[in-house]
């Protein structure tokens, strides 16, 4: 694959369009790999396609995923499958972009140690700067969708407020919210941010948390205070 750049993607592709077809006919056979296999065989080589112009013909693409997997598998219904081939092509050419921007790209040696690791592979990846978790969820969704199991999204976990934050804030609740403790505390967030600054984005949630603490004690709203910041 480093050497040939027709062959960009192709493992990628490959696997992720086994699992379309697994997930849409309920069946995780060998033979389910075996056909996708041929069919990308047929298209990166017999056919000399290259990536960009694959990411052109998604008919064309699942006519050939159909076309092999019918000699394989018996398939309940063509014209579906098809459709949830061409609804899933996108979702995987976003990841594969993702991974893979060029042919030879430097990622290219991460990945294949991502792709022969089993407890981790996504870590891997975002140890090394390629962050595909918001298009792996996505693709996630898209399968349990067509495999008609309902999943839902991952929540986002709530955000700690960082302690030299709330510090500001019990200093204010002890303090009984004098004005002069309020204007104090305004001058030392407000220092506080202009040097996150500096950092940003690195620090853009720490900015926000001083941000929110800010506006309350500027809008006097200590009891929104009390609860959120305690």
Known sequence: MEKDAR???YSLIHGLLALIVANHESTYHPSVGHAIGDAMDSLFLNQNMSYDRLKENP??????VINHITKEIPVADEE?????????????????????????HPNLKVIGKALHEVDDPVGILKRNGIDI?????EF??????ISGKK????????QTIPPEVLAIAM??????????????AEEEILSK?????????????LIGHYAALLRLIQRKEFERLKELFG
């Open 193 to 205: 941010i202009d040097s996150l600054l500096d950092s940003y984005p690195e620090t853009a949630q």
């Open 171 to 184: 200093g204010l609740k002890f303090a009984g919210y004098f004005e002069e403790a309020l204007k104090k």
């Open 80 to 104: 579906k499958l098809k459709q949830a081939i061409k609804r899933g092509l996108p979702l995987i050419f976003k990841i594969v972009d993702k991974m893979w921007p060029e042919p030879n």
């Open 133 to 137: 978790e918001p298009e792996l969820e």
């Open 59 to 64: 008919d064309m693409i699942a006519q050939f």
């Open 140 to 145: 996630r969704q898209f399968l349990a969708e």
């Open 151 to 158: 999943i839902e999204p991952k929540k986002p976990e709530p």
């Open 7 to 9: 062959l960009k993607g």
